[in-house]
């Protein structure tokens, strides 16, 4: 079964940081780019970074970048999201996801239904 698991969500205060990690099992995922959207309520879902299957110059939403960083373990099947300065505006479900090709296709290789996605993990950004 194929299968992307998140952990590693939970409730931190305005400043505060969170590392979530994504295990994918069930097939190699030899080229596949894997990443991190996020969707809070009542709002759709947002691309926050990806990182290519070579491991290198991993993209970034505009909301988030130079505050989480992207990066994949090959060998174990990970990707991790580092959050940093958290602000309430981060709060959210946030899902991994991966799918057969660059970066940039992601968005479109999902709207044709062939990537992957996980469940998600919530995290929460409050006083």
């Known amino acids: 079964q194929v299968q992307l698991v998140e952990s590693g969500g939970g409730l931190v205060r305005p400043g505060g940081s969170l590392r979530l990690s994504c295990q994918a099992s069930g097939r190699p995922f030899n080229g596949y780019a894997m990443g991190w959207y996020r969707q809070a309520p009542g709002k759709e879902r947002e691309f926050v970074g990806a990182?290519?299957?070579?491991?290198?110059?991993?993209v970034y939403g505009d909301s988030v970048k130079d505050r989480f960083t992207v990066t994949r373990d090959k060998a174990a099947n990970t990707v991790d999201l580092q959050l940093s300065d958290l602000q309430p505006e981060d709060t959210a479900v946030y899902y991994c996801?991966?799918?057969?090709?660059?970066?940039?296709?992601?968005?479109?290789?999902?709207?044709?239904?062939?990537?992957?996605w996980g469940k998600g993990t919530l995290v929460t950004v409050s006083s």
């Open positions: 996801a991966a799918a057969r090709g660059s970066v940039q296709a992601m968005s479109s290789l999902f709207q044709a239904g062939l990537g992957l």
């Open positions: 990182i290519p299957w070579t491991g290198d110059n991993a």
